[in-house]
């Protein structure tokens, strides 16, 4: 997996729900390696979630969309559930409070909201 597809797999993990819980079903089954590679993830989708940059990040917009991400993220409780993942495999909490500047990129996810009635 390249760096730019481990991005995107963990943009999507952290706020495309049924990628989640597609992962997570496929990481119950899987393998000890596979577990390893699943925390890491799980990890960082994790600190997608921790406080925005101050500076360093690579463009306004990118910035934004991850704001709007994590807003919305918030009324499906994917933080909660990233959490109860993480210590299902055993993983110590997260010593990071900030997003590393280099994980805010302009990547594009299906629209975030709860479908209107």
């Known amino acids: ?3 730019r597809e481990r991005l995107q797999k963990t943009y999507e993990l952290a706020f ?3 990628s989640l819980f597609a992962f997570w079903r496929k990481c119950r089954q899987g393998d000890d390696a ?3 590679e ?3 993830l799980l990890d960082d989708a994790l600190l997608l979630h921790q406080a925005l940059p101050a ?3 690579a463009s306004q917009r990118a910035l934004t969309r991850l704001a709007l991400y994590q807003a919305r993220a918030r009324a499906f409780g994917l933080v909660g559930r ?3 993942y993480r210590q299902k495999l055993g993983l110590a909490p ?3 409070h900030v997003i590393p500047a280099g994980m805010v990129r302009d990547i594009a996810l299906p629209p975030l909201a ?3 009635r």
């Open 94 to 96: 997260l010593a990071a």
């Open 38 to 40: 699943a925390g890491k």
């Open 114 to 116: 709860r479908r209107q």
């Open 82 to 84: 990233i959490e109860s």
């Open 34 to 36: 596979g577990q390893c």
């Open 1 to 3: 997996m390249t760096a």
């Open 16 to 18: 495309d729900p049924p």
């Open 55 to 57: 500076n360093g990040y």
